[in-house]
């Protein structure tokens, strides 16, 4: 008998043991929304990356900050660490304040929270892409395209006032990578000496038929001078490039159109002659930097000096974005 009640205690212990660690485990993924494109290519590689080292499940708040704050909420308590992927940047003070109090890491990641939020709490970062350097190689594009400020490319140039006018698809307003994006690609434009001419900035919230939309309501009046579009991701990009295709004649050049993310579909847009480019938005690169933060967190033996990645203000892990063009066959 005492040899059944001592085995008993002996398995109870190690199954005490093994729930800890499972428990100390345990992930909650956090998205701003389950349609995203984009996201949802960085969900698949964030889950494979994790399946075989960790418990984790994965929150949608579609769109809604209310609703993300409840889900945060209601999980905390039972997580050792929150990946969150903000609605509203604005409402990241109070994540990291919650997850202070509860003495829970919170790494951030591809909507970017103010700096104000993140200094104070020792154990939260930010991973996602430089919005300014992504603004830069969609100018990079452009220049190519259109070539020197003084002597623009005449195919392009449509009505040859060494102008170019220039339309900007806008993720959402108010939005950090959307506003970074955006004033970098004008303020980049204008450094190299490009003569602009804003005609709109139309906010299409990310979505391929918002922008399609904005072109077919306005291409005859508003937009109807357009030589340039730069989207701020490559849904938006798609849209407006399927209408201009679907009012162009296929042998004729149709108007540059640049996005951002290099999603499957921006990929095979620019394959297909659709799009000029699209800036790579590395979500491997991201997803990489990500499961290294959470190693550091989950491993009491790594530090953070063990990240493999530089750290900007003490908080943002910037990973590199890159042009990608059709190759010439």
Same mark, same amino acid.
Request: proline share 3%; glycine share 4%; hydrophobic share 35%.
């Given at each position: 008998?005492?040899?059944?009640?001592?085995?008993?205690?002996?398995?109870?212990?190690?199954?005490?043991?093994?729930?800890? *660690?499972?428990?100390?485990?345990?992930?909650?993924?956090?998205?701003?929304?389950?349609?995203?494109?984009?996201?949802?290519?960085?969900?698949?590689?964030?889950?494979?990356?994790?399946?075989?080292?960790?418990?984790?499940?994965?929150?949608?708040?579609?769109?809604?900050?209310?609703?993300?704050?409840?889900?945060?909420?209601?999980?905390?308590?039972?997580?050792?660490?929150?990946?969150?992927?903000?609605?509203?940047?604005?409402?990241?003070?109070?994540?990291?304040?919650?997850?202070?109090?509860?003495?829970?890491?919170?790494?951030?990641?591809?909507?970017?929270?103010?700096?104000?939020?993140?200094?104070?709490?020792?154990?939260?970062?930010?991973?996602?892409?430089?919005?300014?350097?992504?603004?830069?190689?969609?100018?990079?594009?452009?220049?190519?395209?259109?070539? *020197?400020?003084?002597?623009?490319?005449?195919?392009?140039?449509?009505?040859?006032?060494?102008?170019?006018?220039?339309?900007?698809?806008?993720?959402?307003?108010?939005?950090?990578?959307?506003?970074?994006?955006?004033?970098?690609?004008?303020?980049?434009?204008?450094?190299?000496?490009?003569?602009?001419?804003?005609?709109?900035?139309?906010?299409? *919230?990310?979505?391929?038929?918002?922008?399609?939309?904005?072109?077919?309501?306005?291409?005859?009046?508003?937009?109807?001078?357009?030589?340039?579009?730069?989207?701020?991701?490559?849904?938006?990009?798609?849209?407006?490039?399927?209408?201009?295709?679907?009012?162009?004649?296929?042998?004729?050049?149709?108007?540059?159109?640049?996005?951002?993310?290099?999603?499957?579909?921006?990929?095979?847009?620019?394959?297909?002659?659709?799009?000029?480019?699209?800036?790579?938005?590395?979500?491997?690169?991201?997803?990489?930097?990500?499961?290294?933060?959470?190693?550091?967190?989950?491993?009491?033996?790594?530090?953070?000096?063990?990240?493999?990645?530089?750290?900007?203000?003490?908080?943002?892990?910037?990973?590199?974005?890159?042009?990608?063009?059709?190759?010439?066959?």
């Amino acid at each position: 008998m005492k040899k059944i009640i001592k085995l008993f205690f002996i398995l109870f212990f190690i199954g005490f043991l093994s729930s800890c *660690n499972y428990r100390l485990k345990d992930v909650s993924v956090f998205y701003y929304d389950e349609d995203d494109i984009f996201l949802s290519e960085l969900k698949d590689k964030l889950s494979f990356n994790m399946k075989n080292k960790y418990n984790f499940t994965n929150y949608y708040a579609k769109k809604s900050q209310l609703k993300q704050n409840l889900q945060v909420d209601e999980r905390l308590k039972d997580s050792s660490l929150i990946l969150m992927n903000m609605v509203d940047r604005l409402a990241s003070g109070a994540i990291v304040e919650k997850c202070k109090k509860e003495n829970v890491p919170v790494i951030f990641f591809n909507r970017e929270p103010l700096l104000e939020d993140l200094i104070t709490y020792e154990d939260c970062y930010y991973v996602g892409p430089d919005p300014e350097e992504q603004g830069k190689l969609q100018v990079d594009c452009a220049a190519s395209i259109f070539g *020197n400020p003084l002597e623009l490319n005449p195919i392009y140039d449509l009505n040859h006032d060494n102008k170019i006018q220039l339309v900007i698809l806008k993720g959402e307003q108010g939005h950090q990578d959307a506003e970074r994006r955006t004033q970098s690609c004008l303020s980049s434009l204008r450094q190299k000496g490009y003569d602009i001419e804003l005609i709109s900035i139309g906010v299409c *919230n990310w979505n391929r038929q918002e922008a399609y939309n904005l072109l077919l309501s306005q291409y005859n009046t508003t937009l109807k001078n357009v030589e340039l579009i730069l989207a701020n991701n490559d849904e938006m990009a798609i849209g407006a490039a399927s209408y201009l295709r679907s009012v162009t004649p296929m042998e004729e050049n149709i108007i540059p159109i640049i996005g951002v993310d290099k999603t499957l579909d921006g990929k095979k847009a620019v394959d297909d002659k659709l799009l000029s480019a699209t800036i790579v938005n590395d979500d491997q690169g991201q997803v990489d930097a990500i499961c290294n933060l959470v190693d550091i967190f989950m491993d009491e033996k790594l530090t953070i000096s063990d990240l493999k990645y530089p750290i900007k203000d003490s908080k943002f892990v910037y990973i590199k974005s890159s042009i990608y063009l059709r190759s010439e066959e």
